[in-house]
Nanobody, 115 residues
């Protein structure tokens, strides 16, 4: 069973940059899908960034050009770079991955964008 642990959230001001991390218990190279989701109060959980085994990364329209998903294969960590953050980016951010046996979620990390 794959276990995920997000970190890096916090309170940031609009326009700043933040990097989220998702530490993965297993081999990141064995995962077919690596994603970041977010959920704001009163809203449904939405996919923010997605990285597949093949093909380009995909992003929520509202974060294109500002967010980037990348990984460190040696350390089994998935990252989300969040640039020029906006108040509407405030949410709990979750790491989500899939392998041949199933899908897994982390517990989330809170990101609050406020001046």
């Amino acid at each position: 069973q794959v276990q995920l642990a997000e970190s890096g959230g916090g309170l940031v001001q609009p326009g700043e940059e933040l990097h989220l991390s998702c530490t993965i218990s297993g081999d990141i190279l064995a995962l077919d899908v690596l994603q970041w989701y977010r959920q704001a109060p009163g809203n449904q959980r939405e996919m923010v960034a997605s990285m597949l085994t093949r093909g380009p990364s995909d992003y929520l329209d509202s974060v294109k050009g500002r967010f980037g998903i990348y990984k460190d294969n040696a350390r089994n960590i998935l990252f989300l770079r969040m640039s020029n953050v906006k108040p509407e980016d405030t949410a709990v951010y979750y790491c989500h991955v899939k392998d041949s046996l199933g899908e897994y979620w982390g517990r989330g990390t809170q990101v609050t964008v406020s001046s």
